[in-house]
Nanobody, 112 residues
Framework: QVQLVESGGGLVQPGGSLILSCAAS?????LGWYRQAPGKQRELVAS???????NYADSVKGRFTISRDNAKNTVYLQMNSLNAEDTAVYYC?????????WGQGTQVTVSS
């Protein structure tokens, strides 16, 4: 069983930036982030494999960057040009293809 521990959420003004981190207790092929806004379904934000292949939701392309440090079993999500539509609980996940492991979630609120 792999445990995922997230950090880095918070309140940011529109146009601002945040970086989320997620540390895994073991090696996982794919790490990534989902988010869930109030009243909406959970959606994939971005993922990255251990070899560095990335995938992004269209809504975040060009604004968010996912990266990972395999030595630390840690994935990062750099979020720039944030807007109100990015407000959500962000969940780190890990697995081979889809999510097998989940983090506890971290709140990101974009508001002036």
């Amino acid at each position: 069983q792999v445990q995922l521990v997230e950090s880095g959420g918070g309140l940011v003004q529109p146009g601002g930036s945040l970086i989320l981190s997620c540390a895994a207790s073991g090696r996982v092929f794919r790490l990534g982030w989902y988010r869930q806004a109030p009243g909406k379904q959970r959606e994939l934000v971005a993922s990255i494999t251990s070899s560095g292949n990335t995938n992004y939701a269209d809504s975040v392309k060009g604004r968010f960057t996912i990266s990972r440090d395999n030595a630390k079993n840690t994935v990062y999500l750099q979020m720039n040009s944030l807007n109100a539509e990015d407000t959500a609980v962000y969940y780190c996940y890990g697995g081979a293809i889809g999510p097998t492991y989940w983090g506890q979630g971290t709140q990101v609120t974009v508001s002036s």
